[in-house]
């Protein structure tokens, strides 16, 4: 053993959450860390195992990786191709345009027109991406959350038209508002009116379609904008809670609403801190809900998630470790009980998914199905001493900050001051610079680095000018050829029901049903809301 | 008075819609740790934007950070602004998702510094530091 492994084999090591990880752990450490009281058994409160009893044995987890470019029939095409290469769940990339509420005919739109996802205007658009697919087979996920109200009102209504009782109709959408003002920043709205139109999904699907999961919390965006693992659970918990008191406020009881909220995780990192992550997460949600919400219904105690490999831990440098990289954090999300996964492709440092490596995602994760043995045993890793210690000292991690969070008077307030903003860009910076250093290693970027980096490693995905033309003549064709009588109508409803603090949810069915557009729909609210001023604080 | 007796001051800006801003946070803290003052914008500006607080906060030098991969149609639309707002003798620097295809392109347009992803906080600030006017 050379001097630099003596060294450091005597220095104390800490998780990126900031908890001391030991040589050696004993059932002394699990009984210091508080037993195994919170443990239980998988199906059963406080579910740290997991939410079923027999897990993947009875269903593996859903496939859903991220897909949407150009128009509609584009991403008709390639949502297709994934179904047919196995995929169980369709999960939906928009532009940016549609994801901040602008047509593709705006100013503001041109050259982003299908660029990072696909571009939605109206219905129209949405009977086009989704034609030919089983919507009860296939669930669909939609990553949307500034112009959330909209779109999801968008994919009642299509799937209303398509014949589908949407009493009955699955899905997800992402949005998590108070999320985006944290990281990835397609707000549209000021904060407060813009967790009130969450609060008018949660309580519109509620009653119209129950099995319906409007809002999917996300701590996967504030773990990239620079959050710890703890702090990445902690912090969602305290938006859903944001969410959740919104809809209490609305006289909604617990047990109507809890059960179709979930959460959208990201793993990258230290293998037992992720599952120990999760773990944590899953007693600590199940106690918020019991104990804080009075909940009753199982399923309202339940932390149902999509987990997935983040672009965080992915390198431009040797972007082929990617693919090596993702087959562990697929095997972290497994092995820590996800309902749903995703991993980030290999390009995904250069570019938007191609075909080809969002196949080697897919296929990374049926891998792990059908050959690794991971859909056999629920909760695989319990009863670890190293385990159980770290799930309970990540559990206090978690609640020890979420009381901080209290004590600064609350998610919504430091959100909208810019403090948790400044906090998290303060941590990125710091994990930055250490990695520019080499005292936070990553393979190929601060060691084993190539001597000579290939030029073009990834092959790119074109940005297409056609795409965006036969975009704007479609939306073109729809405003001339609708019953503009009707759109106006329904725009002054919606106007109007905004303004006097209605649930806006069915003006904004009855607008897409008359193919109102993205833009014009937002327009309306911006009208009624304002937008909202970003706070930089550093 | 030249750049040399006075601090640095920077722009730096995120050009579009794309709303991954944690680079450009990371890089204007490297920027402030580095002495320099830095006019961060926020998201979602558009060329005239960028142009109009370059000009009114009288940078010596303007930064983008982009991710999203609309940095060509975005500096096209820039550098006809910022030339005639006088501003072609200030340092023009790139950051961000920038395949190296683009590069030369990034050049030809104006962007002297280019700096994808990967590029370490002190080259970034070490260059501005060497090649502002």
Not at chain 1, 213 to 221: E, R
Not at chain 2, 84 to 107: C, E, F, M, S, Y
């Amino acid at each position: 053993m050379n001097d630099r492994t003596k060294s450091a084999l005597l220095q104390p090591k800490f998780n990126e959450s900031g908890i001391e990880v030991k040589p050696l752990y004993t059932a002394a450490d699990v009984e210091a860390s508080g037993g195994m009281e919170m443990v239980g058994e998988p199906g059963q409160y406080p579910f740290t195992r997991g939410i079923h009893r027999e897990m993947y044995r009875k269903q593996p987890w859903t496939m859903r990786q991220y897909a949407g470019f150009g128009n509609p029939a584009d991403t008709n095409q390639r949502f297709k191709y994934l179904i047919a290469n196995g995929q169980t769940g369709l999960n939906v990339a928009f532009d940016l345009p549609t994801q901040i509420g602008l047509d593709s005919d705006d100013p503001l739109a041109e050259g982003e027109i299908g660029r990072v996802g696909m571009s939605i205007d109206t219905l129209r658009d949405f009977e086009i991406a989704f034609d030919g697919i089983d919507l009860k087979k296939i669930t669909v996920s939609l990553t949307i959350n500034g112009a959330a109200a909209i779109l999801i009102a968008m994919y009642l209504a299509m799937a209303e038209k398509r014949g589908y009782d949407i009493k009955d109709l699955r899905g997800t959408a992402q949005n998590d508002i108070l999320k985006e003002f944290i990281g990835r920043g397609t707000w549209i709205f000021p904060v407060e009116p813009s967790i009130r139109l969450v609060g008018d999904t949660i309580e519109y699907c509620a009653t119209h379609a129950p099995k319906y999961s409007p809002v999917s919390v996300c701590g996967y965006h504030i773990r990239e904008s620079g959050a710890t693992p703890a702090q990445e659970m902690a912090y969602a918990f305290c938006i859903a809670k944001a969410y959740a008191d919104d809809a209490i406020r609305r006289g909604l009881p617990v047990d109507e609403f809890a059960g179709r909220l979930s959460y959208n995780f990201n793993i990258f990192g230290n293998i037992f801190e992720q599952v120990c992550k999760f773990r944590a997460g899953r007693g600590l949600w199940a106690k918020i809900m019991k104990e804080q919400y009075g909940a009753e219904k199982p399923g309202s105690m339940w932390m149902r998630m999509i987990a997935g490999g983040g672009g965080g831990g992915l390198t431009f440098e040797q972007p082929e470790l990617n693919i090596v990289r993702g087959a562990y954090y697929a095997l972290i999300s497994a092995l820590s009980g996800t309902q749903t996964m995703a991993l980030c492709s290999y390009d995904e440092a250069y570019t938007i998914p191609t075909e080809y490596s969002a196949r080697i995602s897919l296929r990374t994760m049926q891998l792990l199905i059908e050959e690794m043995g991971l859909t056999e045993t629920v909760d695989p890793l319990a009863g670890s001493f190293y385990v159980e210690t770290m799930t309970n000292e990540m559990r206090h991690k978690m609640e020890e900050i979420m009381a901080e969070v209290d004590a600064q008077g609350g998610i919504v307030k430091m959100v909208s001051e810019g403090s948790i903003q400044a906090k998290v860009s303060a941590q990125a910076y710091q994990m930055q610079r250490k990695i520019d250093s080499g005292e936070f290693p990553k393979v190929g970027v601060n060691c084993y680095r190539n001597e000579q980096e290939e030029d073009h490693p990834v092959e790119f995905h074109d940005y297409n000018e056609e795409d965006a033309r036969v975009q704007i003549q479609g939306l073109q064709r729809i405003r001339a050829e609708r019953d503009n009588a009707k759109v106006s109508e329904a725009l002054t409803r919606l106007r109007g029901d905004a303004a006097a603090g209605r649930n806006v949810m069915p003006a904004l069915v009855e607008a897409v049903k008359a193919y109102a557009s993205v833009g014009e729909m937002t327009k309306e609210l911006v009208n009624v809301f304002g937008r909202y001023r970003e706070p930089i604080r550093f | 008075m030249t750049a040399s007796q006075r601090r640095i001051k920077v722009l730096l800006g995120k050009p579009g819609l794309d709303g991954h801003d944690q680079g450009a946070k990371v890089v204007a803290r490297a920027m402030m740790d580095a002495g320099f003052e830095v006019i961060y914008t926020g998201l979602r500006q558009t060329p005239e934007q960028i142009a109009r607080i370059a000009l009114e906060e009288d940078v010596d030098v303007i930064s983008l950070s982009s991710m999203a991969g609309s940095h060509l149609p975005f500096c096209r639309k820039l550098k006809p602004l910022l030339e005639a707002n006088g501003l072609n003798d200030k340092l023009w620097v790139i950051g961000g998702n920038l395949p190296a295809q683009d590069h030369d392109a990034l050049r030809e347009l104006g962007f002297k510094g280019i700096f994808p992803s990967g590029s370490k906080l002190d080259a970034i600030c070490d260059y501005i530091r060497k090649e502002t006017p």
